[in-house]
């Protein structure tokens, strides 16, 4: 039903961002009641939910990254970024973006993910 597709550099240097964006076909992320979401997995290691922003622009975040982490939405072009400030290797990991709808019941629709390796 969705369809969600990230893009972004897949290498970023330590101490710089990583910004990502994902565009969304086969639906619109203004839709009432759709959490869209960035989680992450690195190498080796489970799913991290990053965080998310809601059909009416609100932003929450893992407690763990909400001082690095940073959402928006362009409503325009259908597609929504990641913005994750001042990188280390700990945080090269393959990437997410992934719709909850309604309520949650895990993620309803997911991204095939995109690796982006921190490294210098």
């Known amino acids: 039903q969705v369809q969600l597709q990230e893009s972004g550099p897949g290498l970023v240097k330590p101490s710089q961002t990583i910004s990502l964006t994902c565009t969304v076909s086969?639906?619109?992320?203004?839709?009432?009641?759709?959490?869209w979401s960035w989680i992450r997995q690195p190498p080796g290691k489970g799913l991290e939910w990053i965080g998310y922003?809601?059909?009416?622009?609100?932003?929450y975040y893992n407690p763990s990254l909400k001082s690095r982490a940073s959402i928006s939405r362009d409503t325009s072009k259908n597609r929504y970024s990641l913005q994750l400030t001042s990188v280390t290797p700990e945080d090269t990991a393959v990437y997410y973006c992934?719709?909850?709808?309604?309520?949650?019941?895990?993620?309803?629709?997911w991204g095939k993910g995109t690796l982006v390796a921190v490294s210098s």
């Open positions: 992934a719709v909850t709808i309604d309520s949650y019941n895990g993620m309803d629709y």
């Open positions: 086969s639906g619109s992320i203004s839709s009432n009641y759709y959490y």
């Open positions: 922003i809601d059909y009416r622009d609100n932003t």
